[in-house]
């Protein structure tokens, strides 16, 4: 039995969740989410939290328990609370800032590179070079903030370019030079 599918979902107050087959739409403070779950699971609520079960041992499905639950759960923690993802900007130059609901980025090209905030998805620029994605949707926040980090990844050699907050970039000694 998947330790994580066992678990069941907890459902914070101010949290609306309605199940409709396989689709569950949940409906929060922060907004709404709606998705579709495979039918080799059960969803069915019970006393303020939602349980997710397989219908059987197959393989398939034992690996779609876990995921099932937890995709359940990211949507309920997104409604109520939110994700964000902080990104750092490292170099001499680099910056942003924010351009309407986009963001635009300094980052050593000789333009300077645009990125359209997606819907559900809101930027931060609390300083220069730190940039906050901030959305209801964890995939999402999560893939709008690497695509982000993929314009001007760091490099090995200085640390130069966009990075997660708190990510450690491996360091390479340069080249050694003429003796």
């Given at each position: 039995?998947?330790?994580?599918?066992?678990k069941p979902?907890?459902?914070?107050?101010?949290?609306?969740?309605?199940?409709?087959?396989?689709?569950?739409?949940?409906?929060?403070?922060?907004?709404s989410?709606?998705?579709?779950?495979?039918?080799?699971?059960d969803?069915?609520?019970?006393?303020?939290?939602?349980?997710?079960?397989?219908?059987?041992?197959?393989?398939?499905?034992?690996?779609?328990?876990g995921?099932?639950r937890?995709?359940?759960?990211?949507?309920?923690?997104g409604?109520?609370?939110?994700f964000?993802?902080?990104?750092?900007?490292?170099?001499?130059?680099?910056?942003?800032?924010?351009?309407?609901?986009?963001?635009?980025?300094?980052?050593?090209?000789?333009?300077?590179?645009?990125?359209?905030?997606?819907?559900?998805?809101s930027?931060?620029?609390?300083?220069?070079?730190?940039?906050?994605?901030?959305?209801?949707d964890?995939?999402?926040v999560?893939q709008?903030?690497?695509?982000?980090?993929?314009?001007?990844?760091?490099e090995?050699?200085?640390?130069k370019?966009?990075?997660?907050?708190?990510?450690?970039?491996?360091?390479?000694?340069?080249?050694?030079?003429?003796?």
């Amino acid at each position: 039995m998947s330790r994580i599918g066992k678990k069941p979902v907890p459902v914070p107050a101010g949290v609306e969740i309605s199940i409709d087959g396989q689709t569950v739409a949940v409906k929060g403070p922060k907004g709404s989410l709606q998705r579709t779950f495979t039918d080799r699971v059960d969803l069915t609520m019970e006393e303020g939290t939602v349980l997710v079960a397989r219908k059987d041992d197959a393989r398939e499905s034992r690996a779609l328990h876990g995921l099932s639950r937890a995709l359940l759960a990211n949507m309920v923690i997104g409604v109520a609370d939110g994700f964000r993802r902080e990104l750092a900007i490292v170099g001499v130059g680099y910056r942003a800032a924010l351009k309407g609901n986009g963001l635009e980025l300094q980052l050593g090209y000789s333009h300077p590179v645009q990125v359209p905030a997606p819907d559900g998805i809101s930027f931060e620029v609390p300083e220069p070079t730190r940039v906050i994605v901030s959305g209801i949707d964890k995939e999402q926040v999560g893939q709008v903030a690497a695509d982000i980090r993929k314009l001007r990844p760091p490099e090995p050699y200085k640390g130069k370019g966009v990075r997660y907050l708190n990510e450690q970039v491996r360091r390479k000694a340069g080249k050694a030079g003429k003796r």
